[in-house]
């Protein structure tokens, strides 16, 4: 009798140190699982926060460069269809940590992409910049040249009507 408890004891602690090991590693993961997700979370702020200046600069040219305007839409489009996907990745990971990681994967070349988007967009707007100040001084010497056209006439015509005057008297 003391035999048969002792087996059904010692049974019993063996499922219960084999549950526990697998609780623990479960657990395990899922906290690495949760730091992953957090960092992918910050890392998507970020981008956010400099999508978010990008697009500030960009409406304050909206005016001078049209184009410029499609480019940053179609970006922008990009962007959203990522941060759906990356939304999506978020729900297939409460089911399965493996998906979560492939999903990471790709929020990752999406936040590169944005990256490398965002630095041809300032260079643009640099360049956009430059040009506007080149043609704003460009109009400037020619209203100044103009006006010294029109002084420069107005002298000539002044001088023929004296002239025409004097001999007109002679």
Same mark, same amino acid.
């Given at each position: 009798?003391?035999?048969?408890?002792?087996?059904?004891?010692?049974?019993?602690?063996?499922?219960?140190?084999?549950?526990?090991?697998?609780?623990?590693?479960?657990?395990?993961?899922?906290?690495? $699982?949760?730091? %992953?997700?957090?960092?992918?979370?910050?890392? !998507?702020? /970020? =981008?956010? #926060? *400099?999508? +978010? @200046? &990008?697009?500030?600069?960009?409406?304050?040219?909206?005016?001078?460069?049209?184009?410029?305007?499609?480019?940053?839409?179609?970006?922008?489009?990009?962007?959203?269809?990522?941060?759906?996907?990356?939304?999506?990745?978020?729900?297939?990971?409460?089911?399965?940590?493996?998906?979560?990681?492939?999903?990471?994967?790709?929020?990752?070349? $999406?936040?590169? %992409?944005?990256?490398?988007?965002?630095?041809? !967009?300032? /260079? =643009?707007? #640099? *360049?956009? +910049? @430059? &040009?506007?100040?080149?043609?704003?001084?460009?109009?400037?010497?020619?209203?100044?040249?103009?006006?010294?056209?029109?002084?420069?006439?107005?002298?000539?015509?002044?001088?023929?009507?004296?002239?025409?005057?004097?001999?007109?008297?002679?």
């Amino acid at each position: 009798m003391y035999s048969k408890a002792y087996d059904m004891y010692s049974k019993a602690y063996d499922m219960y140190s084999k549950s526990y090991d697998m609780y623990s590693k479960a657990y395990d993961m899922y906290t690495k $699982a949760y730091d %992953m997700y957090s960092k992918a979370y910050d890392m !998507y702020s /970020k =981008a956010y #926060d *400099m999508y +978010s @200046k &990008a697009y500030d600069m960009y409406t304050k040219a909206y005016d001078m460069y049209s184009k410029a305007y499609d480019m940053y839409s179609k970006a922008y489009d990009m962007y959203s269809k990522a941060y759906d996907m990356y939304s999506k990745a978020y729900d297939m990971y409460t089911k399965a940590y493996d998906m979560y990681t492939k999903a990471y994967d790709m929020y990752s070349k $999406a936040y590169d %992409m944005y990256s490398k988007a965002y630095d041809m !967009y300032s /260079k =643009a707007y #640099d *360049m956009y +910049s @430059k &040009a506007y100040d080149m043609y704003t001084k460009a109009y400037d010497m020619n209203s100044k040249a103009y006006d010294m056209y029109t002084k420069a006439y107005d002298m000539y015509s002044k001088a023929y009507d004296s002239l025409f005057l004097f001999g007109y008297l002679i």
